[in-house]
Each structure stands twice: as C-alpha cells, then as structure tokens.
Nanobody, 123 residues
Framework: QVQLVESGGGLVQPGASLRLSCAAS????????IGWFRQAPGREREAVSC????????KYADSVKGRFTISRDDAKNTVYLQMNSLNAGDTAVYYC????????????????WGQGTQVTVSS
C-alpha cells in the first residue's frame, strides 16, 4: 500500500523551529520529487518547497526562503522540512506529496499525498 505519512507538527511560539518529516511506505522515493504544501483555513493550497529526485535541485516559496530547508534521506525513504523563525503566517496544515520527474509546478501533478500535519504558530 502506497503511503506518505507526515509528522512533526505542533503548537509553537513565534520564532520557534519545527522539523517536519514525510515518510514513505509501499514505494521508494528514489525516483520521485517531493513537495511540501500547506493550506490554512479559507485559503488556497500553497506550494512551500520541493526537492527533486536525486537531489538535483530544490525550490522554495518566497515567503519561506531563508527560513525553511528541505532535505531528503533516500536510505530512510524520508524527506524533511526544517522550519525556522516561524511566524503566525506559517500556521496551516502541511502536506507532503510525491511526483515523478522534476518538481512540478502544479499541485495536481503530484501522484501521492499524505494526510497532513497541523502547524500552529501562536503566542
């Protein structure tokens, strides 16, 4: 059974850090680009970051550049999103998704999705 499972979300204060994990089972991530997306209540799904297969390259939304870092450990079949200097604008449900090929621009081009993990930044 193909599955992506996110973990690492939580409630933190502004300025804090979190590391999200996206663990795959039922398939190997080696040939997939992995994207992180987020969706806040009443807002569109937003692409946050993506790492291509074989670590060819990474992408970041302007709103998270310099604060978030995406990485992958194919031996563990896991992708990480290190999030630093969190602010209220980062509050959302975060999803990871897998797509063949280099990081697609549209979320509809991703084949597999996790169930999401809630990140809440509040004082």
């Amino acid at each position: 059974q193909v599955q992506l499972v996110e973990s690492g979300g939580g409630l933190v204060q502004p300025g804090a850090s979190l590391r999200l994990s996206c663990a795959a089972s039922g398939f190997t991530l080696d040939y997939y680009s992995i994207g992180w997306f987020r969706q806040a209540p009443g807002r569109e799904r937003e692409a946050v970051s993506c790492i291509s297969y074989s670590d060819v390259g990474t992408k970041y939304a302007d709103s998270v550049k310099g604060r978030f870092t995406i990485s992958r450990d194919d031996a563990k079949n896991t992708v990480y999103l290190q999030m630093n200097s969190l602010n209220a604008g980062d509050t959302a449900v975060y999803y990871c998704a897998a797509a063949l090929g280099l990081c697609p621009t549209g979320w509809r081009q991703y084949d597999y999705w996790g169930q999401g993990t809630q990140v809440t930044v509040s004082s």
